[in-house]
């Protein structure tokens, strides 16, 4: 492919009481402008990916862009929305239009503010992501939805918990060294693992510590076609890109499998001509820890039923056989909706460039696979990233 990120912004992740959909948009453009030492002048499309869902009274957002700078003033600038995968499918936008010789630099920025609306209303929006006809009565909004999936997981299976604790003390463990993560405390497998006042039951077998966190933030990237790349202080190209969507009912799909998220993979790593070993980390849609613990199966790295193989082994720690979520993943870095997708292509990048503290640092990595996921495994996008400057 022909395409490349060439900077990017990362506002902390977390409750922001200060902050606004606006100024959080404003922070991160102008941070990847500079970043890139790209002109606001030289961006020929802006993509802002933000779900929304009534956590903001503002919608029509696309344009509030343009508050970073005069010079973005009559540019194109179209808001995306996929659910949780809003990010991605920002990224994935700015991506084709590059590719389709309609701009050569394009500004994409992810964004949500979630902690303002009061909690029952949190769920409400959440659940939207759902196929209201018939999940719109699951208790618990989507830690409900995921919490079925988690049951259904362990009837099958047997009871995963150890599993899905090794996992959330994997990524809060890799969330204390992130700078900008919502969660920056190693809580440790016994804490994880066990039900109390402060990790309480929350759906089905999910506990607290199983569930990401409801978050505000923003990201930014800017791509750029790669002739223009190769003039640029850094580089980091897109090796293969898929994007697969599915029912939304989850009642027309064995829920347990991620087809879409399978399938998405395939074509990504197909369209790179590489296999899931060449890849040096994952950073991987972790929402929930049912949800990556499902993934190393639907990506391919175990058979099926057989996810815990992988973290109780050690394969997806920092320096295991393929990290995943090195960054802390959605569990620690935190889960601003319509910002999630484009902090996994920023920090993905980050680690390709080195950018990132030594904890957190995969060494020699080369090649960065992204899973960015709407709703329960409907909006399945993968981009699997290269260093090339």
């Known amino acids: 492919m022909n395409v490349a990120i060439v900077g990017w912004a990362h506002t ?17 453009a102008n941070g990847a402008l500079a970043h890139a030492g790209v002109s606001a002048a030289d961006v020929d499309e802006i993509v802002l990916g933000h779900f929304n869902a009534g956590f903001s009274k503002q919608d029509f957002t696309a344009a509030l862009v343009l508050q970073a700078h005069d010079a973005l003033r009559f540019k194109p600038a179209t ?50 992501a759902s196929y209201l006809r018939e999940e719109s009565g699951i208790q618990g909004g989507f830690a409900g939805l995921f919490g079925r999936i988690a049951g259904a997981y362990f009837e099958k299976y047997g009871d995963q918990s150890d ?11 890799n969330g204390v060294a ?22 309480p039951l929350v759906a089905g077998p999910l506990k607290r510590t199983d569930c990401s966190p409801v978050s505000d933030g923003a990201a930014a990237v800017v791509l750029t076609d790669a002739d223009t790349a190769a003039t640029m202080e850094r ?21 347990l499998l991620f087809e879409g998220c399978s399938l998405a993979w395939q074509k990504a790593l197909a369209a790179a001509r590489l296999r899931l070993e060449d890849l040096s980390f994952v950073e991987t849609h ?7 613990l499902i993934e190393y199966e639907a990506m391919g790295l175990v058979p099926r039923g057989q996810g815990a193989q992988a973290i109780r082994e050690g394969w997806t720690l920092i320096g295991g056989k393929l990290p995943v979520n090195p960054s802390g993943g959605l569990k620690a870095k935190g889960h601003p909706v319509g910002a999630t997708g484009v ?43 290269e260093r090339v400057r």
């Open 12 to 28: 902390p992740f977390g409750k922001f009481d200060n902050e606004s959909v606006e100024s959080l948009i404003v922070k991160a």
């Open 79 to 128: 808001r995306v929305e996929n659910a949780c995968a809003t990010g991605s499918a920002a990224v994935q936008q700015g991506v084709k239009a590059i590719e389709a010789g309609r701009a050569r630099v394009v500004l994409v920025v992810g964004v949500e503010q979630m902690t303002t609306t009061p909690g029952p209303e949190i769920g409400n929006n959440l659940l939207r």
């Open 163 to 173: 599993a899905l604790a090794l996992i959330a003390a994997k990524n809060h463990k």
């Open 178 to 199: 992130n700078p900008y993560a919502q969660m920056r405390k190693d809580l440790g497998f016994e804490f994880c693992r066990q039900v109390s006042d402060k990790n």
């Open 235 to 255: 580089a980091v190209a897109f090796r293969g890109m898929a994007h697969v969507q599915d029912y939304l009912p989850m009642s027309r799909r064995d829920i």
């Open 286 to 292: 972790d929402c929930f820890t049912i949800a990556e």
């Open 343 to 385: 902090s996994m292509h920023a920090m993905t990048a980050m680690q390709l460039c080195g950018e990132l503290p030594a904890p957190i640092s995969v060494g020699n990595a080369t090649l960065g696979g992204i899973f960015n996921m709407g709703g329960a495994a409907v909006a399945n996008y993968v981009s699997i990233l």
